[in-house]
T-cell receptor
Framework: GQNIDQPTEMTATEGAIVQINCTYQ??????LFWYQQHAGEAPTFLSY????GLEEKGRFSSFLSRSKGYSYLLLKELQMKDSASYLC????????????FGSGTRLLVRP | SAVISQKPSRDICQRGTSLTIQCQVD?????MFWYRQQPGQSLTLIAT?????????ESGFVIDKFPISRPNLTFSTLTVSNMSPEDSSIYLC????????????????FGQGTRLTVV
């Protein structure tokens, strides 16, 4: 099956920068998603990468290397409200509209 | 972006009973999905809700346990039948539309989820 790996937990300080890594299966690649999920809430879309390189959206950026099967989410100028789980996901090989999610990285931002 | 209303937002149910969760979208969508998120875990796809035909279930999920309806392109229901404490999870409705011409990606939109506790 498709395996998506990301760290379970990370801790960072308010105002700092944090990078959350994700490795995924490269065969049948059809894009890589990042979602943010606050405790008790639904996931919300952050980014979608299908081409190599870095895409910046305000404080959040997402990077993709298709040859390495690697992506990361970069969060700058961390705020307390960024404490959440960050989910890496990719479309399934048998159906691009169905997503496989990683286990999520729980980020704790401390003052 | 699609706006999804899911209800109930939470419920506490007795084991052996059933709960039906509703998902209403503010526009017609082709694909509707139901996910489960068990405590501390990520999302797992239960089934695809197909308009006009039976739902398509993923491995490990069966229609008798999770019957699904999709009467039209804006609405679906998921029933969790004969509940046990192991069914305590967050259940999420999700929708996607195929990308339009020139668009690079689809985007999955999620309802706010139904937090189910079975006692």
């Amino acid at each position: 099956g498709q395996n998506i790996d990301q760290p379970t937990e990370m801790t960072a300080t308010e105002g700092a920068i944090v990078q959350i890594n994700c490795t995924y299966q490269t065969s049948g690649f059809n894009g890589l998603f990042w979602y943010q999920q606050h405790a008790g809430e639904a996931p919300t879309f952050l980014s979608y990468n299908v081409l190599d390189g870095l895409e910046e959206k305000g404080r959040f950026s997402s990077f993709l290397s298709r040859s390495k099967g690697y992506s990361y989410l970069l969060l700058k100028e961390l705020q307390m409200k960024d404490s959440a789980s960050y989910l890496c996901a990719q479309p399934r090989m048998d159906s691009s509209y169905k997503l496989i999610f990683g286990s999520g990285t729980r980020l704790l931002v401390r003052p | 972006s699609a706006v999804i209303s899911q209800k109930p937002s939470r419920d506490i149910c007795q084991r052996g009973t059933s709960l039906t969760i509703q998902c209403q979208v503010d526009s017609q969508v082709t694909m509707m999905f139901w996910y489960r998120q068990q405590p501390g875990q990520s999302l797992t796809l239960i089934a695809t809700a197909n308009q006009g035909s039976e739902a398509t279930y993923e491995s490990g999920f069966v229609i008798d346990k999770f019957p699904i309806s999709r009467p039209n392109l804006t609405f679906s229901t998921l029933t969790v039948s004969n509940m046990s404490p192991e069914d305590s999870s967050i259940y999420l409705c999700s929708v996607e539309d195929p990308p339009g011409a020139g668009a690079l990606n689809t985007e999955a939109f999620f309802g706010q989820g139904t937090r189910l506790t079975v006692v």
